[in-house]
């Protein structure tokens, strides 16, 4: 079955960065594309960014402004998100999933890990 | 960026009854628009995409349809279990977007 694990979270001082995994199984994953998307304590979804299967194209939200990176490991099964310059309102869970089709992103997702909370604070 | 709202933002209902959940999109963004469920400290589901197709293991009491700017979420029987927030969620174009929510909780 396909399961996808978030690590690296925790509690970070403003401005410092912080790297996030998700580790993938149970599915072809150099075949998908992937996501982030995160959650503000008591808040909506917001997403975050996408990153195709091979890895060549990488989509943003507008309201990163260039501060966070997506990256992956088809090797190791591994998704990653590079957290740089934070901010207190990045504080959130972040959670990885996976897309619904095989091949070219259709930009939905199926299968989300369970999520991984970032604190941002002095 | 497109712009999701959702009506109404929360509602009560009882078990058994039909429930609608609407969202529109800022522009047009044809089928492209997802559904999903969340319940307190969980993970997002995905309950239908492409506006109206069903995702495997979804019960069949939830349905979707639209198109354009203007998508509803039907649940024709709520079941306890059902009792959640929901998102809509367009997937035309990057940056993806997110409805704001609706909640659902027991009359």
């Known amino acids: 079955q396909v399961q996808l694990v978030e690590s690296g979270g925790g509690v970070v001082q403003p401005g410092r960065s912080l790297r996030l995994s998700c580790a993938a199984s149970?599915?072809?994953?150099?075949?998908?594309?992937l996501h982030w998307v995160r959650q503000a304590p008591g808040k909506g979804l917001e997403w975050v960014a996408l990153i195709s299967n091979g890895g060549t194209n990488k989509f943003y939200a507008d309201s990163l402004k260039g501060r966070f990176t997506v990256s992956r490991d088809n090797s190791k099964n591994t998704l990653y998100l590079q957290m740089d310059s934070l901010r207190a309102e990045d504080t959130a869970v972040y959670y990885c999933?996976?897309?619904?089709?095989?091949?070219?992103?259709?930009?939905?997702?199926?299968?989300w890990g369970q999520g991984t909370l970032v604190t941002v604070s002095p | 960026d497109i712009q999701m709202t959702q009506s109404p933002s929360s509602l009560s209902a009882s078990v058994g009854d039909r429930v609608t959940i609407s969202c529109r999109a800022s522009q047009t963004i044809s089928s492209y628009l997802n559904w999903y469920q969340q319940k307190p400290g969980k993970a997002p589901k995905l309950l239908i995409f492409?506006?109206?197709s069903l995702q495997s293991g979804v019960p069949s009491r939830f349905s979707g349809s639209g198109s354009g700017t203007d998508f509803t979420l039907t649940i024709s029987s709520l079941h306890p279990e059902d009792f959640a927030t929901y998102y809509c969620q367009q997937s035309y174009s990057t940056p993806l977007t997110f409805g704001p929510g609706t909640r659902v909780d027991i009359k």
């Open positions: 999933a996976k897309d619904l089709s095989l091949g070219t992103p259709i930009k939905t997702s199926d299968y």
């Open positions: 492409a506006a109206s």
């Open positions: 149970g599915f072809t994953f150099s075949n998908y594309g």
